[in-house]
């Protein structure tokens, strides 16, 4: 990548993960601070590790500026609409099983407008890797309360605190049937690289949790102050436990002495989704029962087509 | 009719299972499902609803036999995306609905227009607004076709009259698609899904086929532009895993497929985007005559409610009415010309149009003529009778 300092002076360092990236889009619209672009490195890296040809990655995104990160990587990647990430992946994956697909979208993009594709592409185990940016709010749009927003946060539609209870997405994603479910900090980049390879690799519907700070229309409004004071955070109140009971690792952002719980939570082996594939050399053969369905009454052709 | 090469897309025991050829008695919501088979459908999305559910159906037991993909979804906000999916992975992709599913659908029909992701949506109407009548026919889908997804797009939109019809037009439909990289819809109605008729499937080597225009360029060059028309106005597509690593994104986009969020960049994408319909209107445009070249009473109509107005054509001719029909097999792109070139003639008195909704085809034709419009409606529940349509004429 070519950086014009201020000076003017020219410089051509080249970055290790440029090549994975569209660095003829950059710099991208991400605020200073914001943790997406961490996360986006992560993932960046996972894909450079995976062994998987990086012409057999595909990126979908939702709408957010979580959702942008699938502009920003050099494989085939799709922007798609606001909650629409995962039934577009769906068909990407069915269609191609070839293919590696990864999700990347917001907490609001994938739990609210897109909750219903979640749990349903988790319940069938599609062959696809989940990663889900939550920073507690609609950060593109300015601030507003989404389902992960913390019981009692400020937002700009939450002007008297938040009073509905934010989901748990890793107790979620498990009780819908995920075979993978992590959640890790962007402050933990290794461990969260780690556990994008491993979704990479593993088949099946693989869902990451990433708490990602958004200083500009999150961090501000709760006493968090800047991304990097909210990384600071992190590192103070995390507890790796992969062994958790999911029902008990709800976020209390709000509350500086409650632990924040990350680490890999469920990895085991459940059969991917694979399309019905039958006929004459495939082995599924339809119940005689709806026979009438497939099969039309041939009618004596007297007349010859016409 | 649009070119057609006559090379047929899948070969072998695949081909003999994709086309039935021969003579049935065929349900037109099955032949619907039996010419997007024919034509090479390679997945389907969907959700239940009737009166189309019997090709949702119908494809679950036959895509499997065939090496295509059939997966039932939790919506159609899902089974939209879904098949755009599919399409961007390669695919000839479809969807089947009635109107409460298609109004879901809108959304992403936006972004199939916009990312130029070629796939098909069957709607089969029924009577509406809501859940209306879920069991009996409607029509009052017309203009949702045409304007439901938000902003300026191009689509085409085929009526089936018959169920053979539903089996030519769902070729005709995924092939529309294919070459104009647009979404393609084919408006059924209850009463043409439900009908059972006589429907002859040609030899396997009779399906027409358009291709989807790939790259020239091999991958990995860097010099493709996945957004570049060709003249004519339609860009070549590169597929999900062919190695292009190409960005397709519902923001405007330039020829790179990158975001560009000026004013300038959207007109230049979105007039693109209506003008390959557009301008290729004449090409597109399907209709049938029935006689209409004496006739002062044209009578303009489609789907089911078309065999009514046939036949109140040939009665009324009976009666000494100067009567004709023009059939509508594209409700969109609408055949303006055909119908100004009627009014040049000077020997047109009136117009007669009988739908089941208030006025969908009657509109665009008052937007053509002075002369009087004679409407014909019912807002869905039955159909409308040849008697009714020539009390209409007679008035
Ligand atoms: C159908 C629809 N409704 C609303 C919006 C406006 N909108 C854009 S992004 C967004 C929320 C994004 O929040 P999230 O998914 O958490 O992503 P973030 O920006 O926080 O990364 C909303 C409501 C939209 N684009 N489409
Ligand atoms: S608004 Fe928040 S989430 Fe969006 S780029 Fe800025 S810091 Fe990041
Ligand atoms: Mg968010």
Known sequence: MTQTVLTGEKKTDTHPVDALLRADRLPHILCPGCGIGTAMHCIVHAMAESGIDRDKHVCVSGIGCSGRVAGYIDVDSYHTTHGRAIPFAVGIAVQNPELAVTVVSGDGDLTAIGGNHLIHAARRNIDLNVICINNFNYGMTGGQAGPTTPLNAQSSTTPYGCWDRPFNLPHLAHAVGAPFVARWTVLHVRQLKDAILRAM?????????????CPTNYGKFNNIGSGLEEMESYRRRCVVDHDANLADIE???????????????????????????????????????????????????????? | MTPTSA?????????????????????????????????????????PITPSTEICERL???????????????????SMAAIIGASVAGARSLTATSGPGFSLMMENVGLAAIMEAPCVIVDVMRASPSTGLPTAVGQADV????????????????????PQECFDLAIQALNTADQYRIPTFIMMDEIIGHMTERVVIPPAEDIPFVPRKTPSEPPGEGTFLPFKPDEDLVPPMAHAGQGYRVHFTGLTHDEQGYPRLTAAAHEKLVNRLVDKVRLNAEKIVMYEEYLLDDAETIVISFGCTA?????????????????GLLRLITLWPFPETRIRALLDTGR???????????????????????????????????MITPDLIIEVMER
């Open chain 1, 201 to 213: 690799q593993k088949p099946g519907f693989c869902f990451i949790e990433v708490i990602s700070p």
């Open chain 1, 251 to 306: 976020i209390d952002l709000g509350q500086e002495d409650s632990p924040i719980v990350v680490g890999n939570f469920i990895d085991v082996d459940r059969e991917p989704f694979r399309p019905i594939l039958a006929g004459p050399v495939r082995e599924e053969k339809p119940h005689a029962a709806w026979a009438g369905l497939r099969k039309t009454q041939f009618v004596e052709d007297k007349n010859g087509p016409e």
């Open chain 2, 7 to 47: 090379a047929p897309k899948v070969e072998g025991e695949d081909l003999a299972a994709r086309v039935q050829t021969g003579t049935h008695f065929m349900l037109g919501d099955h032949a619907c499902a039996e010419g997007a088979l024919a034509a090479g459908l390679d997945f389907f999305a969907g959700y």
């Open chain 2, 60 to 78: 679950a037991h036959r895509l499997p036999e065939v090496g295509g993909k059939f997966v039932q979804m939790e919506d159609e906000l899902a």
């Open chain 2, 143 to 162: 203009l949702q076709a045409r304007w439901g997804s938000h902003g300026d797009y191009g689509i085409v939109a085929y009526a089936p009259s018959s």
């Open chain 2, 307 to 323: 065999r009514s107005a046939r036949h109140a054509v040939t009665l009324a001719r009976q009666e000494g009415i100067k009567a």
């Open chain 2, 348 to 382: 047109v008195k009136e117009f007669v149009v009988p739908e089941i909704n208030l006025g969908q085809v009657r509109r665009e034709v008052e937007r053509l003529t002075q002369l009087p419009v004679k409407r014909v409606n019912n807002p869905g529940g039955a």
